[in-house]
């Protein structure tokens, strides 16, 4: 059973029991599970699965023949579309699942296939019922571009199902040899996708899977990051150029303008672009009355293991090839990885508190979630119900202790941002000082977590 998907798969379902025939677009980026959660769907229904390559028109019919081929299916050399959908239509008299995986390599060169499709759906299959999946891991195409492309056939489908990144909670089941630490360091690299989970081997340490997975050249991680950015867009050293700049801390428009040269209406339609592949992201604060306190305009690197990789190994090529990979580890990566798992622990955070709120177990029902990006300071998380009450959330890993100084610098961000407090969540790693632990104490709104208690 797979981890994580039994919403996605119970989603399926129901598409799967409805009568006549369905068809539905099932997306997400590369390595989030689909295939993984298609194979699982399958398992026990009569089902076809296609992959379709980037090739011409002629060359897809061409592999489509083969494919029925192989399954013992006589056809053309070329079949035409309709041809396929008749073989497809063969045997079985129970509901088939038919799956066209990276369905956007038919659709770009063919953009009249899903009418073929529907028509035939309607016309020809003899009363027969299926659930047609087209599959893509081109995001930005199926959200932007893929309904001009087909046209009125877009009236045609059934919905729409878009696989998210697990939880970092499905993260700890899958690296259950793990310390939560460890977990969140993991975390921080992969991020939620559990296709990059299985390139790293949970019998061996963080730092032997980085180095094993990510520094070597034999890697199954190594190009992985580069092929986000060089299978989806062209002029690809412009793109690693400014992913560079945001990774050295470049977030404003104005900063990249300056660090990379290109002017700043180039950088915006690459910025645009990153966007559409859910790369880069636009940083937005919480709307308060201390909005002049607030900074704005900031874009971040909202892929993990993109980000990794343009903050860790981007530009240190020639150091990544005069060391041994556990020199380039000790001197390039240990040094900041503290920091940088920091940096998405208010990802966990935020969770839990999601979590705990769907459960009825906060101090009130929030309805709203963001952050406070200050010009003195931040506030990770900021939630709210509609009658203004607000629970502030500080989060930090990367130090080995958090102290009431902390406690008292968030509390003046707080004031900057005219943000009143009725509770007060603070996150550490390991511990907390006594004068906060005994405030934790003393105070019925404010309360103290560890990493290993959420």
Same mark, same amino acid.
């Given at each position: ?8 798969l ?7 029991e ?7 677009v ?12 298609? *194979?699982? @769907? ?28 192989e399954?013992g ?39 009249? @296939? ?24 081109s ?14 056939? /877009?009236?045609?489908?059934?919905? @729409? ?6 939880s970092f909670?499905?993260? *700890?089941?899958?690296?259950?040899l ?8 993991v ?24 180095? *094993? ?11 992985? /990051? ?7 867009? *062209? ?16 977030h404003?428009?104005n ?9 700043? /209406?180039?950088?915006?339609v ?16 919480v ?5 002049d ?37 000790k ?76 406690y ?5 961000? /707080? ?17 907390f ?22």
């Amino acid at each position: 059973m797979i981890i994580g998907r039994n919403s996605e798969l119970n989603q399926l379902e129901t598409y799967y029991e409805r009568d006549n025939s369905q068809i539905i677009v099932v997306y997400g980026q590369k390595y989030i599970g689909k295939t993984s959660l298609i *194979r699982e @769907f399958i398992q026990d229904k009569p089902s076809y699965y296609y992959l379709a390559e980037a090739c011409s028109e002629r060359e897809q019919k061409y592999r489509l023949g083969s494919y029925l081929a192989e399954l013992g299916i006589k056809s053309l050399k070329f079949p035409e579309f309709e041809q396929v959908f008749e073989c497809f239509s063969l045997k079985h008299t129970q509901k088939k699942v038919i799956v066209f995986d990276e369905f956007q390599n038919i659709i770009k060169n063919c953009p009249y @296939f899903l009418g073929k499709l529907t028509s035939f759906i309607h016309s020809k299959w003899n009363n027969q019922q299926y659930l047609v999946i087209l599959m893509s891991s081109s995001v930005g195409f199926v959200e932007n571009s893929m309904v001009e492309k087909i046209g009125d056939a /877009a009236f045609e489908l059934s919905g @729409f199902i878009k696989l998210k990144e697990l939880s970092f909670d499905a993260l *700890r089941e899958h690296f259950c040899l793990y310390t939560n630490d460890d977990c969140a360091t993991v975390y921080s690299i992969l991020g939620g996708v559990p296709g990059l989970w299985e390139m790293f081997d949970i019998k061996l340490s963080v730092q032997e899977n980085i180095i *094993r997975s990510i520094l070597s050249p034999s890697g199954n991680l190594r190009y992985v /990051a580069q092929g986000f950015v060089n299978d989806e867009l *062209r002029e690809t050293n412009v793109y690693n150029t400014i992913l560079g700049s945001i990774a050295l801390g470049k977030h404003k428009l104005n900063d990249l303008y300056e660090h990379t040269g290109f002017s700043r /209406a180039k950088i915006s339609v690459y910025l645009k672009n990153l966007s559409e592949l859910e790369l880069v992201g636009k940083v937005f604060s919480v709307d308060t009355e201390g909005h002049d306190n607030s900074q704005k305009g900031l874009y971040d690197i909202t892929n993990n293991f993109v980000d990794f990789y343009y903050s860790f190994i981007f530009g240190k090529g020639s150091l990544l090839e005069s060391l041994s990979k556990e020199e380039f580890f000790k001197f390039h990566v240990s040094p900041g990885l503290k920091q940088y798992t920091g940096k998405y622990y208010k990802k966990i955070c935020l969770e839990y508190i999601q979590k705990q709120n769907s459960k009825n177990k906060l101090p009130f029902k929030a309805e709203h979630f963001g952050e406070w990006i200050g010009k003195q300071g931040n506030i990770d998380i900021v939630a709210t119900d509609d009658n203004g009450k607000t629970l502030l959330a500080l989060c930090v890993l990367d130090k080995p202790m958090v102290t009431y100084d902390d406690y008292e610098w968030m509390m003046f961000v /707080a004031k900057k941002a005219c943000l009143y407090a009725d509770y007060i969540y603070l996150f550490a790693g390991t511990r907390f000082d006594e004068k906060l632990s005994l405030e934790g104490k003393i105070r019925s709104n404010l309360k103290l977590f560890l990493l290993d208690n959420i």
